[in-house]
């Protein structure tokens, strides 16, 4: 690795207390750009390394390994922009928090999506990355244009049906980086503010509070991951400090120390399971580091 030239840059850093997870060990190195200046200064440094590197948000949706990460991590919370413009259009950056363009924006205009939007952990970005959305919709139905940092330069992906599916995309590689997206909302008949509210006291009510990573499986069509694993009877399914939750079987919680090694067990246990008894393949959701 050349000379780091950033003052932003920190050695060693634990990534534990970088996902909601609270597991994994350290980065070799982590960058932390203040604006998207210096996003754009890093991502170009980064990608001239020959250690791996890893582009990270709030760390909503991975599971990283106990032993941490032996490259370069990029975080991107200094893309805090959240600009609005004509004909109910937003540039919003991709280290936004999720919930704060929910609440901040839709149910403050009363625009429609919160329903697809509320209670979703995660930064704007990551959410984009992954289309992250429910069964009321999904984040890049609401995108007209996404910029990213690519391995060529900047580059404005016009957005259109055919480039994102269920939770999947097809524009932003790994090595690219999203800095922000070009929203078009649109006023809706519906009180925001009431759905919000329903949508946040239904996550309390159906799905665990605690360290994890929200869903671990992708629902298979026709069906649901967390109904299948329950099933098979795996709610309450320990290894070490994890568990599969008696509450929301697609849920593996860190329910206090523990390891990558644990989580992935489970992980693993409830691919067999379901396999086995349905002859249905689960896919992850979570995005795993290691």
């Known amino acids: 690795m050349q000379s780091v ?27 932390f750009p203040r604006n998207a200046d210096e996003v ?3 991502h170009a440094w980064m990608l001239e390394q020959p250690e791996p590197h890893l582009i990270l948000g709030n760390g909503s949706n991975v599971l990283i390994a106990d032993e941490g990460f032996d490259g370069i991590v990029l975080f ?5 922009g959240l600009e609005s413009l004509a004909d109910d259009c937003y540039r919003v950056e991709g280290g936004v928090d999720l919930d704060q363009l ?17 209670g979703i952990p995660g930064s704007v970005g990551g959410a984009i990355y992954m289309n992250a959305g429910t069964v009321n919709g999904s984040i890049c139905e609401l995108l007209e244009s996404v910029d990213l940092l690519t391995p060529g330069g900047p580059r404005t992906v016009e957005m259109t049906p055919d480039l994102y599916a269920y ?3 097809r524009f932003c590689g790994p090595e690219d980086l999203i800095v922000c997206g070009l929203f078009r909302f649109e ?13 946040i006291q239904r996550r309390k009510e159906k799905q665990p509070q605690g360290a994890c990573c929200g869903s671990v499986f992708k629902n298979p069509p026709g069906d649901h991951a967390g109904r299948l694993i329950e099933a ?23 329910d206090g120390g523990a390891t990558f090694a644990d989580i992935l067990a489970l992980i693993a246990l409830c691919k067999e399971r379901v ?13 795993i580091i290691a």
Do not use: W
Not at 76 to 80: D, E, I, K, M, V
Not at 102 to 118: C, E, I, M, Q
Not at 232 to 254: D, E, Q, T, W, Y
């Open 5 to 31: 030239p950033f003052e932003f840059a920190i050695e060693g850093h634990p990534l534990s207390g970088a996902t909601l997870y609270r597991v994994g060990g350290p980065a070799r190195l982590a960058l």
């Open 40 to 42: 754009a200064a890093a």
């Open 76 to 80: 991107t919370h200094g893309l805090q």
């Open 102 to 118: 929910v609440r901040d924006v839709l149910v403050v205009h009363n625009y429609a999506g919160t329903g697809a939007l509320a």
């Open 167 to 169: 939770r999947a995309q």
């Open 187 to 199: 006023p809706a008949r519906e009180d925001q503010a009431a759905v919000y509210e329903h949508y």
């Open 232 to 254: 098979c009877g795996l709610k309450g399914s320990r290894r070490g400090g994890a568990i599969v939750s008696p509450l929301h079987a697609n849920f593996i919680m860190n």
């Open 275 to 287: 396999k086995a008894q349905f002859g249905i393949e689960l896919h992850e959701e979570v995005r």
